[in-house]
């Protein structure tokens, strides 16, 4: 016997069983885009090596540590870590952002080496916005709004909350650098090796530690709110008022950074404490110098992305009334001579009369009772029996598989009205 083959780990199924939540997660998060005006892209999983090199930066840990990449021939390539480098590289190849503006959203697989947890896996999925030629801090603002709006609609608004940000300018991280590596430099002796490493490559990263003792140092280390140039200043207190007028609570968190070279300004997190350790559902914030470094005319940028797979575990986790549809409503079995031609014919007439419906045909043969428990096992409300005597009579037999409802005897051109009347 053959040795079986399982699943890469950390690149996970999704049963039959599971895919209806994702439906509906997928669902809720493309209406929301859609209701604000938001155009979907379709991007390669695979891109150009240096794309991600320069867009995210070298010294980050997702391209450094986490990426997965190969040679194809004289090229070097990479399955998509994230979304971002992607759509920009897209708005710029095919012209969508030449003086334009755009609101661009996508969903899709990505993939990083990393190692696999609850909620945190090899091959992950996120939804994600760009919006391109926009400076100011409305757009900022929409973003977080049309999050939480998202948050509502998925049941989940009270178990996230909003950390936000603002890292400023180039020029003022570059001096914020400076100081905070002159601290750091002073507890070393708190620092693992990784830790050690970050505070030469990218030191701003070490103030997300999970290192309980750096932490509490950091609570005296200099604040980057306090290198703010004043445009930075003022764009994020627009935002805040912006925010304080819809009544979206917020937390300013100054150790808030992000793990990626290319923000800017504004950057937020909605985070949750029901799922441990993952505490993060969804993130971004402003990338105002992405698009000019990867090779486009100078266009301003903000977006976010969230974790489909972080998002339908805390839907799980925190709402009770997923209205989740059952695949199946209607099913069909039937026995006797000539009886499949008469059910495969309802079943086409139900499907093109009623296509919001699930309308299974039986197929695997057997007695009405092997039959009837496989019906039982789809979940449907309604069974469609067909034999013999009800195709010589041109009627179907209806019952209900959920009990209250005696069974009864309708001619077949009753059949479409009645299952309507009981949807």
């Known amino acids: 016997m053959a040795k079986t083959i399982q699943a890469i780990r950390g690149m996970n199924d999704c049963s039959p069983t599971e895919s209806p939540l994702w439906q509906w997660v997928e669902t809720q998060v493309r209406e929301v885009l859609n209701s604000y005006g938001y155009s979907e892209v379709r991007m390669p999983i695979v891109e150009s090596t ?6 995210i930066g070298e010294v980050t840990d997702v391209v450094s540590k986490e990426m997965y990449t190969f040679w194809d021939n004289d090229e070097q390539l990479t399955l998509r870590p994230e979304g971002t480098a992607g759509c920009v590289r897209a708005a710029i190849e095919h012209g969508w952002i030449y003086n334009n503006e755009q609101r661009l959203w996508y969903m899709g697989p990505m993939f990083r080496h990393e190692r696999p947890q609850k909620g945190r896996y090899r091959q992950f999925h996120q939804a994600g916005v760009e919006v391109f030629g926009i400076a100011n801090p409305e757009i900022d603002a929409e973003l977080i709004i049309l999050t939480a709006r998202l ?16 890292i400023g300018s180039l020029e003022a991280r570059a001096n914020y650098r400076s100081a905070l590596v002159a601290f750091l430099e002073q507890h070393q002796a708190l620092m693992s090796e990784e830790e050690k490493e ?8 070490i103030l997300d530690t999970k290192n309980q003792a750096l932490q509490q140092v950091l609570d005296d280390a200099p604040k980057l709110l306090d290198y703010l140039d004043d445009e930075s200043r003022e764009h994020f207190a627009q935002l805040c008022a912006l925010l304080d007028s819809v009544g979206i609570a917020y937390e300013i ?35 105002d110098g992405l698009v000019e ?8 940028g903000v977006g976010f992305a969230m974790g489909l797979e972080r998002l339908v575990l805390l839907v799980q986790e925190v709402n009770a009334s997923i209205p989740v549809k059952n695949a199946v409503d209607i099913y069909l079995v039937y026995q006797g001579e000539g009886t499949a031609l008469s059910a495969f014919q309802l079943a086409e007439k139900i499907r093109s009369a009623l296509p919001q419906l699930g309308t299974m045909l039986h197929c695997s043969g057997g007695n009405f009772k092997k039959q009837f428990r496989r019906a039982d096992k789809s979940g449907a409300t309604l069974a469609l029996v067909i034999g013999e005597s009800e195709m010589l009579n041109n009627q179907v037999v209806v019952k209900h598989l959920q009990g209250g409802v005696e069974q009864q005897t309708l001619d077949i051109e009753k059949v479409i009205d009645y299952i309507q009347s009981q949807f």
């Open 50 to 55: 240096p794309l991600f090199a320069r867009a």
């Open 151 to 166: 948050w509502k609609k998925l049941g989940i608004d009270q178990h996230v909350s909003l950390q936000l940000n603002s």
């Open 198 to 205: 970050r505070l030469i490559k990218n030191p701003l990263r």
């Open 253 to 287: 968190n100054p150790k808030l950074v992000r793990g990626l070279d290319y923000y800017n300004k504004t950057v937020f997190e909605w985070v949750t404490s029901a799922l441990g350790a993952q505490g993060t559902v969804c993130g971004g914030g402003r990338y």
């Open 293 to 300: 470094q990867l090779g486009g005319h100078a266009a301003p």
